[in-house]
């Protein structure tokens, strides 16, 4: 090997092994100072406990300690962090999750005591606590946590967790996707038992309807919410923002190409965009479609995704999946032109502006 590649290459490798390791330390940084900081939040609960008055005490405790640990260790202890922080232990120490993990049998009178007192923790239960347990369990940045806590809902909750853990989301996705309501959206057509296996594993992709959501968010291509816009001007955009495209469709995604020619009869028709999911093993195919959807859309759909199961999926791929966007749709529509047991062509709606809640949460009921 001449000297300059064997030196390309030696290279390369330790500067992996450097990168590997810089983000390592970062990792163990983060799970060290969350794991302290849940730490330090159980003493002061525990401490405010043991106060005759605890509200009055408490709120001289913190200032008190906010004082000393800021001259002792500099910024970061000001009374609203440590508030954040004991917040942060009394959330996370009757988490469901976490007391799976540490086998902990009598979880009745664990829930019979959380409900007397919101405050209310058994100090003993909790003293099991080993820092190998907490590692385990706390993998996100305090920041995560900080804007997790405002999430009521434990399932919900459990379920931005876990899928910031999943896809290493930044702080700044994950309040992305929160506020584009991912949660609401993906549980909208699951039953009881199946929100609940959201809240507890995130988003488990084993048929082509796990992988849909209605309406899709994408407010990240910067349009306006008017038909301004052409169709190729909303590939074109999409195109320029394809990794965002990417999250917003969710697991497995691959990008293969766009204006997919297909022909035949000697005739060419164009497919907007196509992807490949590793997961279900399949291409999947989107059309882009302004303003109403109409019953030819479903029709040319059915004849790529036909086109593609006979002609580019190979014997170990799992049937091609077709999808609509639109801005708008009658469920009528979809319902009497696609099969009654359809399973591979599907019609969401699409917004380009982030919904306020109230408008998320009427798309939703009007479903």
């Not at 876990?162 to 290493?168: C, L």
């Not at 809240?199 to 082509?208: D, L, N, T, V, W």
């Not at 306020?356 to 798309?363: A, I, Q, R």
Request: glycine content about 4%.
């Amino acid at each position: 090997m001449p000297n300059d590649l064997q030196n390309k290459v030696v290279f390369h490798h330790v500067a992996q092994l450097l990168q590997n390791a810089r983000q390592q330390v970062l990792r163990t940084v983060n799970s060290t100072m969350t794991i302290t900081y849940f730490e330090i939040g159980k003493i002061i609960v525990e401490e405010e406990q043991n106060g005759k008055d605890r509200a009055e005490y408490g709120k001289q405790l913190l200032k008190n300690l906010s004082k000393q640990l800021t001259k002792e260790f500099g910024k970061g202890f000001s009374i609203r962090n440590l508030e954040q922080i004991r917040q942060f232990y009394i959330i996370y120490s009757k988490s469901e999750s976490l007391t799976r993990i540490l086998g902990i049998k009598n979880t009745q009178s664990l829930t019979a005591e959380f409900k007397s007192q919101k405050t209310q923790t058994v100090s003993a239960e909790f003293k099991k606590l080993d820092y190998q347990t907490l590692d385990s369990f706390f993998k996100l940045t305090f920041s995560h946590y900080i804007f997790l806590m405002r999430i009521d809902d434990e399932k919900e909750r459990r379920f931005y967790k876990i899928e910031s853990e999943k896809h290493n989301w930044s702080v700044r996705e994950l309040k992305r996707q929160y506020d584009s309501a991912l949660y609401t959206r993906l549980a909208l057509s699951r039953d009881k038992e199946g929100i609940l296996k959201l809240s507890e594993e995130g988003q488990i992709i084993e048929k082509p309807k796990d992988l849909i959501k209605d309406p899709y968010i994408l407010e990240f291509l910067g349009l306006p919410e008017l038909p301004q816009y052409s169709e190729s001007q909303l590939e074109e955009e999409i195109i320029n923002k394809l990794e965002h495209f990417l999250l917003e469709l969710g697991h497995g995604f691959t990008f293969v190409g766009r204006q997919q020619r297909i022909t035949f009869d000697d005739k060419h028709f164009r497919i907007d965009l196509v992807f490949y999911n590793r997961i279900l093993k399949c291409f999947v195919l989107i059309d882009l479609k302004i303003g109403e959807l109409k019953h030819q859309d479903l029709g040319q759909m059915q004849m790529y995704v036909n086109y593609y199961d006979r002609e580019m999926r190979l014997e170990d791929e799992n049937k091609t999946i077709g999808i609509i966007l639109c801005q708008n749709k009658s469920e009528a529509v979809v319902k009497y032109t696609l099969p009654e047991n359809n399973e591979q062509i599907f019609a969401s709606k699409y917004k380009t502006i982030l919904p306020s809640v109230e408008v998320l949460k009427e798309l939703i009921e009007n479903k």
